[in-house]
């Protein structure tokens, strides 16, 4: 009931590709979908996030979509670029942005030059 | 406005000795929560608390582990008696007291050996 689900576990793509990471989710409570964009060392920093009212967000070149009846939501990357290879976190929560998240496993993104 | 400080960044420990983590909130933060990484997972709620009080303790270890939050200085995640299984990424986060949203530290990566 807590889980969330992330794939793939890792991809590749060439620079201006469109990575896609997916995830699903089982516990219909959460009300908050962010994700997250963790450097090697450092600590994951909050990239973009959703609320179930919405089937899409865009920050710049990062998209979420939504599908609130399958449980699942994605992202995007526009233009894929080196600088974004990292590792990215989908998570879930209630309560909205003040709940406990609850992460998916990762997926490690490479963007080659 | 320096970010959620965590320390030691790297922290190795004989099994059986004491582990003690550190975090001081961003400014303004009351609420700090601490998340752990293992190796290739994504991270897992352990324990919310605001100053002087445990809010949700429901993601740490029955033994061993414990966290506070004093009325002044940093929060501390207590580890005793650490085991291999222990070897982790510990990252805190701090959030203001609306809760809107949280902000990570760099982490405090622990080897036992």
């Known amino acids: 009931q807590q889980q969330v689900k992330q794939s793939p576990q890792s991809l590749i793509v060439q620079k201006g590709g469109i990575p896609i990471i997916n995830c699903a989710y089982e516990?219909?409570?959460?009300?908050?979908f962010p994700w997250y964009q963790q450097f090697p060392g450092k600590g994951p920093a909050l990239l973009i996030a959703?609320?179930?009212?919405?089937s899409e967000k865009k920050e710049g070149r990062f998209t979420i979509s939504f599908n609130k009846s399958a449980k699942q939501f994605s992202l995007h990357i526009m233009d894929s670029q080196p600088g974004d290879s990292a590792t990215y976190f989908c998570?879930?929560?209630?309560?909205?942005?003040?709940?406990?998240?609850?992460f998916g496993k990762g997926t490690k993104l490479s963007v080659k030059p | 406005n320096a970010g959620v400080m965590q320390n030691p960044r790297h922290l190795v420990r004989r099994r059986g000795q004491e582990a003690r983590l550190r975090c001081s909130p961003m400014?303004?933060?009351?609420?700090v929560y601490w998340y752990r990484q293992l190796p290739e997972e994504g991270l897992k709620f352990m324990v919310y608390?605001?100053?002087?009080?445990?809010?949700?303790e429901s993601g740490m270890p029955k033994e061993r582990f414990s966290a506070e939050f004093p009325k002044e200085g940093p929060s501390i995640l207590r580890i005793q008696q650490v085991v291999r299984g222990d070897s982790a990424a510990y990252f805190c986060?701090?959030?203001?007291?609306?809760?809107?949203?949280?902000?990570f530290g760099s982490g405090t990566r622990l080897t036992v050996v």
């Open positions: 986060a701090s959030s203001p007291p609306s809760r809107a949203g949280y902000t």
């Open positions: 516990n219909t409570a959460f009300d908050y």
């Open positions: 959703i609320r179930p009212d919405v």
């Open positions: 998570a879930g929560a209630y309560g909205g942005s003040q709940g406990n998240l609850i």
């Open positions: 400014k303004g933060h009351s609420h």
């Open positions: 608390l605001q100053k002087e009080n445990i809010i949700d």
